[in-house]
């Protein structure tokens, strides 16, 4: 079993900075990746980036490339997920997940979920 603690969320100005952690408890093997979503109000969760646990390599989607990026401290057991130049449009509940079969971009691929931050960015 794996467990997940997202924290770090807040308000923002728009051009701000944020960044999230995911504290990671139990036995991730190398095999698994950790993701980040999001999801707005009335909207679907989607992908945001995520990292391999065996490799360190990294995946992000279109629209937070060059702002956001994904690492992880082995020694803390925790991934972070640091957001610059923040825009209204990232704000979203977001959560980090844990896939027991490598990186996927679908939530639906995912096994375990923390419990969401909220990141409000004002314009």
């Known amino acids: 079993q794996v467990q997940l603690d997202e924290s770090g969320g807040g308000l923002v100005q728009a051009g701000g900075s944020l960044r999230l952690s995911c504290a990671v408890s139990?036995?991730?093997?190398?095999?698994?990746?950790l993701g980040w979503f999001r999801q707005a109000p009335g909207k679907e969760r989607d992908f945001v980036g995520g990292?391999?646990?065996?490799?360190?390599?990294?995946y992000y989607e279109d629209s937070v490339k060059g702002r956001f990026t994904i690492s992880r401290d082995n020694a803390k057991n925790t991934v972070y997920l640091q957001m610059n130049s923040l825009k209204p449009e990232d704000t979203a509940i977001y959560y980090c997940a844990a896939a027991q079969r490598g990186l996927g971009y679908r939530d639906w691929e995912y096994d375990y979920w923390g419990q969401g931050t909220q990141v409000t960015v004002s314009s």
């Open positions: 139990g036995r991730i093997f190398s095999s698994y990746a």
């Open positions: 990292i391999r646990w065996t490799d360190g390599s990294t």
